[in-house]
């Protein structure tokens, strides 16, 4: 069974204090994986796309990678703006079509 | 704005009721996804549509169901409701693949 979990539940920073998130995935054909944003009350917002082992992505303090187990998502200098629940999916390939599969998410507040 | 938009915002009906929830893709996407965000749950693929047909299933119910019109919005058909409904539902369209699948605001539904 396609199987995706994200340590910290909940992760509290103060401003410019970097640190990563994770993703860890079992899954069986795996297409890519997925990093999203999202805010309160509104919908995901998509951060990164990485297909293969060794793929690494970035976007302004973010920086995503990809190993044959798990993601990280890196946050170099967080600022306030960036606090949000970040979360990882899985596209993993089946007989009809694709499955998606999202983990719980990392609540992510960062303090002025 | 994701240029995805969602009908109804909110939605409150009653136990064993049937509603439709509609889509309107971003302009160019061809395909839709359907996704359900509950607290117990998190975000759970329900359905995938491409260019007017069926292209992959999640973890759908059978009292659900979907469809994708010729001018490409998409509307997801919830029936013999039940309180465990109640969720937040969203769409997101992509051009093709789902490799940056952009998500619309939600619907809110109860069910009381």
């Known amino acids: 069974e396609d199987q995706v979990t994200q340590s910290p539940e909940a992760l509290r920073l103060q401003e410019g204090e970097s640190s990563s998130l994770n993703c860890s995935y079992t899954?069986?054909?795996?297409?890519?994986l997925f990093w999203y944003r999202q805010d309160p009350g509104k919908g995901p917002e998509f951060l990164f796309t990485?297909?293969?082992a060794g793929e690494e992505k970035e976007k302004e303090r973010l920086k995503a990678t990809l190993t044959k187990k798990e993601s990280f998502l890196h946050i170099t200098a967080p600022k306030p703006e960036d606090s949000a629940t970040y979360l990882c999916a899985v596209q993993a390939l089946r007989n009809y079509g694709q499955n998606f599969v999202f983990g719980p998410g990392t609540r992510l507040s960062v303090l002025p | 704005d994701s240029g995805v938009t969602q009908t109804p915002k909110h939605l409150i009906t009653a136990t064993g009721q049937r509603v439709t929830l509609r889509c309107s893709p971003r302009s160019g996407d061809l395909s839709v996804y359907w996704y359900q965000q509950s607290l117990d749950q998190g975000l759970q693929f329900l359905i995938q549509y491409y260019n007017g047909e069926e292209r992959a299933k999640g973890n759908i119910l059978e009292r659900f169901s979907a469809q994708q019109f010729p001018d490409l919005h998409s509307e997801l058909n919830l029936s013999s409701l039940e309180l465990g409904d109640s969720a937040l539902y969203f769409c997101a369209s992509s051009v093709a693949g789902p490799d940056e699948q952009y998500f619309g605001p939600g619907t809110r539904l109860t069910v009381t």
């Open positions: 990485l297909y293969s």
């Open positions: 899954v069986s054909g795996l297409r890519g």
